[in-house]
C-alpha cells in the first residue's frame, strides 16, 4: 500500500504529463509581431498589419542592364499568376476609363466643381478638342472616339488626376508598366497582393520555392527574389524551429555535463527527470488560457528546466548531507525552499503586469510549471531517497573560500563603477525589425528592395469610426485641416457627402448652363467637322443616368479597414512630416511612420521594463523581510542583484553587444533568480546549529546555479532577437549572481551583521 500511495502521483505526473503533449499537439503555435507590442503601441500596428499593404509582397528582379531586368521581371509576374500566387491587376479597359465619369455626381465636391467650370469653359474646350483631333489619326484613334462622344468635356481627367495624387510626395521613382525601377533600371520591382494569409507558413514555404526553382531558371548574373510579411512569417517559423532543437539539445548536454560533476547516480537522474514533467502541462495551460502559445515562450521552457530543477537539487543536497528521515529534512529547510519558490515566481508575477502579450505568456507558463516543479520536489522526489543512496554518490568537494572584506569592499566598488560606465555606453537597438529573426540572406534582399520602396519617406494616417461611414467622415474633416487636402477623402466620400454632391451635381447643371455648355461643344464640333449628334451619349448620360454611380474606386483598391466589428479605419498615404504628425489627433486619427513607431516603441518598453522592474523589487523586497524579519539581512540578500547587474551592463557595453528593447525585461528574472543564490547563503551563514549548517553545502549552490545556466544561458545560441538577448542576459548576469553569492556576500555578512 506504501508502495501505491509512493508511486501513485508519480503515475498522476506521468498522466498529466501526457495530457499535455496531446493538447499542445493539438493546439497551435503562432509568431505574431502584435504579441512582442506593448498595449500602447498595439493599435498602431494592429492598423499596419489590417491595411491593403500587409497583404501585398514585393518581387525585385536584379540584372546587368534595364531590358533584362524587365524582360525577367515581366516573366516571373506571368509564372506567379499561373500558380495563383497573386491576385491579378485590374487592367484598366478603354471603357472603364469613360464608366470613371459615371463616379463624378457621387463625388462633385466644391473643389471639383471649381475645375468642371474651368473644364467647360470655351479656352479649354478648345484645347481639348485639339486634342481630340489629334488622337483621331493615331492608333489610339477607337478609344478615343468613345471618350469622345461620352466625355466631351474630358471631365474623367478630373477623378484620376485625384487618384494620381495618391502617395504623391512619397515615392520619387519611375513607375512604367506596373513597374518600378531605379534610375538605371537594373533594379525593377512588383507590387502585388498575395491570394493568402501572410501568416500561412505553407504557402510562404511554397512561395520560397517557387523563387529557389525559377531561378535555377535564369542566367548566373541575374536574381529574382521577393520581400514581405509572407517572407516574415517563414523566417521566423524556421528560425524559431532552428532555435528550439539546437537550445534543447545545447540544453540537455550541458545539464548532462552539470549531472556529471555533481550526481553520478541513477538514483540522482530523477533530480532531472521529474522537473521534465511539468514543461507539457505548463505548455498546455498556456494554450488554453491565450488560445494558442508562441514559439518564444515554447522557447523559454529549457530556461523553467533550469529553474525548477533547483528545489529538487536543494532537496537532494540536503538529503546528501544528513541522516534523518526525509521528511524531517525537508521541514527543516521548507522556509528556504518557500522563499525561493516565492522570489522566482513573484518575478513572473510582476511579468504579468506587462502589457506585452509574450511576457504574459512567459510568466504563466513559468508560474505552473514553478508550482507543479515546487510540488515534485517536496512530496514525490524525497520518497524516492534514503541513505543508501548516497553511497559515493558524489566527488568530495571543498567549501569555496570567500574573499577577503578588503578584496570584497575592492571588489564591489569596481562592479559598480564598471555597471555605471556599462549603462552610459549600453547600445540600445530599437529597430522594430529587431523584433523579426532573419537570415543574412534575407537581411541582404531587405536592403536592396528598400532601395526601391525607402521606409523613411512615407507614412500612413489613419481615420479612425466605429463603421465605415463614420470612418469616412472622419476622413473628410481630417482632409478639411490639410490646405492640398487628402485624395482619399474625395475619391471615397460618406454617403452624407455623397448625396451632398449628388444634389450639387444636380443644381450645377440648370437649364442654363446645360444649353451654354451644348452651344460652345456645338461650335467647336463644327469647326473640327463633327456632327451635332456625335455627343448625344453624353448629353442622355447627363439628363437620365447622372445619379447612378456605376463606378467605384474600390475595384482598384480599398482603403476602408476593418480591425473589429466596432473598429473601421481610412488609409492614406502621405509625407513623413512633422505637419501630418501636428494634423493626426490620435483619437479619431493615427499617423503612423517607422520612426516615430520606433521612437514611441522605445519609449513604451522603458515604461513596461520600469514597472515591472519595480513590481519585482517591491513583491521580493516584502517576501524576503517575511523571511529573515531583519533590515539589514534583507538588503544584503539583494547585494548579488545589485552587483550581478552591474557586472552584466559593463559586460554588454564592453562587448559591444546591441541590446533589443526586451533585453530590458529580463532585470526582473535576474532579481529573482540573484535573490535565490543569496537566500541560499545567508539561510547557511546564519544557521547556528551544525546539522542545519550542513544542509546547505556550496556544491548544491553551484549545482544549482551551473542548471539554471544550462537552461537558460543555452539561449544564446538562439538566432532569434528575443530568445537570443535573453540567453545572453541569463549568461552574464546569472553568472555574476552566482559569483558575488558565492565570494562577495559571505564576507559581508560577517562584517556587517
Given amino acids: 500500500m506504501s508502495s501505491l500511495r509512493r508511486h501513485g502521483k508519480l503515475i498522476g505526473f ?52 534595364a531590358e533584362q531586368a524587365r524582360e525577367k521581371a515581366q516573366e516571373v509576374q506571368q509564372a506567379l499568376l499561373q500558380t495563383g500566387f497573386i491576385k491579378p491587376h485590374v487592367q484598366p479597359r478603354g471603357d472603364v476609363l469613360v464608366e470613371v465619369l459615371s463616379a463624378l455626381p457621387g463625388l462633385f465636391s466644391s473643389q471639383i466643381q471649381t475645375e468642371t467650370e474651368q473644364k467647360i469653359s470655351l479656352p479649354v474646350i478648345s484645347q481639348q478638342f485639339a486634342r481630340y483631333y489629334e488622337d483621331l489619326f493615331s492608333f489610339q484613334s477607337m478609344v478615343t472616339t468613345q471618350r469622345m462622344t461620352r466625355d466631351p468635356f474630358n471631365l474623367t481627367e478630373i477623378l484620376l488626376g485625384k487618384w494620381g495624387k495618391i502617395g504623391q510626395g512619397v515615392q520619387a521613382l519611375n513607375f512604367t508598366d506596373g513597374f518600378l525601377s531605379n534610375d538605371d533600371g537594373t ?82 537522474l530523477l533530480v532531472y527527470l521529474l522537473p521534465l514533467l511539468v514543461l507539457p502541462p ?84 513559468a508560474l505552473v510549471a514553478l508550482s507543479l516543479a515546487f510540488f515534485l520536489a517536496v512530496r514525490i522526489l524525497p520518497a524516492y531517497f534514503n541513505s543508501q543512496t548516497f553511497v559515493s554518490s ?71 469610426g466605429n463603421s465605415p461611414q463614420e470612418a469616412l467622415g472622419n476622413n473628410e474633416q481630417l482632409s478639411s485641416q490639410i490646405p492640398e487636402g487628402l485624395p482619399m477623402s474625395e475619391l471615397f466620400v460618406s454617403e452624407k457627402t455623397r448625396l451632398q454632391n449628388l444634389n450639387r451635381w444636380k443644381n450645377f447643371w440648370k437649364p442654363s448652363r446645360v444649353s451654354s455648355a451644348q452651344h ?7 469647326q473640327y467637322g463633327f456632327t451635332v449628334h456625335s455627343f448625344a451619349p453624353f448629353w442622355t448620360w447627363l439628363q437620365n443616368d447622372s445619379e447612378q454611380t456605376g463606378f467605384d474606386f474600390s475595384t482598384w483598391y480599398n482603403p476602408i479597414i476593418k480591425i473589429s466589428d466596432t473598429l473601421y479605419a481610412v488609409m492614406n498615404i502621405v509625407p513623413n512630416t512633422p505637419f501630418y504628425a501636428r494634423v493626426a489627433d490620435g483619437v479619431t486619427s493615427v499617423l503612423i511612420s517607422t520612426s516615430a513607431l520606433q521612437t514611441a516603441l522605445v519609449y513604451s518598453v522603458k515604461q513596461e521594463a520600469m514597472r515591472v522592474v519595480c513590481l519585482a523589487l517591491f513583491f521580493n523586497l516584502i517576501a524576503v523581510w517575511l523571511l529573515f524579519r531583519n533590515l539589514k539581512e534583507t538588503l544584503l540578500c539583494f547585494v548579488p542583484v545589485l552587483l550581478g547587474g552591474c557586472f552584466l551592463f559593463g559586460c554588454l557595453a564592453l ?22 543564490y543569496a537566500i541560499f547563503q545567508l539561510m547557511k551563514y546564519r544557521a547556528n546549529q551544525e546539522e542545519l549548517a550542513r544542509l546547505y553545502p556550496t556544491r548544491a549552490l553551484l549545482a544549482a546555479g551551473l542548471s539554471t545556466l544550462a537552461g537558460f544561458g543555452v539561449l544564446a545560441l538562439a538566432k532569434h532577437a528575443v530568445l537570443f538577448m535573453m540567453g545572453v542576459c541569463a549568461l552574464v548576469g546569472i553568472g555574476g549572481t552566482v559569483l558575488v553569492s558565492l565570494f562577495i556576500l559571505p564576507s559581508l555578512w560577517k562584517h556587517r551583521v
Fill in 655 to 676: 562587448f559591444h553587444v546591441q541590446v533589443n528593447l526586451f533585453g530590458l525585461i529580463f532585470l526582473p528574472l535576474l532579481i529573482g533568480l540573484g535573490l535565490d
Fill in 520 to 526: 460652345t461643344l456645338q461650335s467647336q464640333a463644327q
Fill in 394 to 464: 558524489s566527488i568530495p568537494m571543498k567549501e569555496v573560500k570567500p574573499l577577503s572584506f578588503r578584496w570584497t569592499i575592492c571588489a564591489s566598488i569596481l562592479l559598480i563603477g564598471f555597471g555605471i560606465w556599462g549603462l552610459t555606453h549600453l547600445s540600445l537597438n530599437s529597430d522594430l525589425n529587431a523584433l523579426n529573426s532573419t537570415s543574412e540572406t534575407f537581411l541582404q534582399d531587405k536592403q536592396i528592395a528598400e532601395k526601391l520602396f525607402p521606409s523613411d519617406r512615407g507614412a500612413l494616417l489613419f481615420a479612425l
Fill in 187 to 268: 533594379l525593377v520591382a512588383g507590387l502585388y497582393d498575395a491570394t493568402v494569409a501572410v501568416s500561412d507558413i505553407r504557402a510562404a514555404q511554397k512561395m520560397q520555392r517557387f523563387f529557389a526553382d525559377f531561378q535555377h531558371t535564369l542566367p548566373q548574373d541575374v536574381r529574382v527574389f521577393f520581400v514581405g510579411g509572407l517572407r516574415y512569417t517563414l523566417e521566423n517559423v524556421l528560425l524559431i524551429k532552428r532555435d528550439l532543437m539546437i537550445v534543447t539539445v545545447a540544453g540537455v548536454l550541458c545539464l548532462i555535463g552539470v549531472f556529471a560533476c555533481f550526481f553520478r547516480t541513477k538514483r540522482a
Fill in 282 to 365: 505548463s505548455a498546455w495551460m498556456t494554450q488554453l488560457i491565450f488560445g494558442h502559445i508562441s514559439g518564444i515562450t515554447l522557447g523559454f521552457g529549457s530556461v523553467v528546466v533550469g529553474l525548477s530543477v533547483d528545489y529538487a537539487i536543494y532537496i537532494y543536497f540536503a538529503l546528501q548531507q544528513s541522516q534523518v528521515v526525509a521528511d524531517t529534512v525537508v521541514s527543516k529547510i521548507s522556509k528556504h525552499l518557500w522563499c525561493n519558490f516565492l522570489t522566482s515566481g513573484l518575478c513572473f508575477v510582476a511579468l504579468l503586469f506587462s502589457s506585452i502579450e509574450v511576457f504574459k505568456q512567459i510568466a504563466v507558463f
Fill in 14 to 65: 506521468i498522466f498529466l504529463m501526457l495530457l499535455g503533449v496531446v493538447g499542445i499537439l493539438q493546439g497551435s503555435v503562432e509568431e505574431n509581431m502584435l504579441a512582442l507590442i506593448p498595449r500602447a503601441l498595439k493599435q498602431q500596428v494592429t492598423l499596419f498589419e489590417h491595411s491593403p499593404l500587409s497583404q501585398k509582397f514585393i518581387v525585385v528582379t536584379q540584372a546587368p542592364s
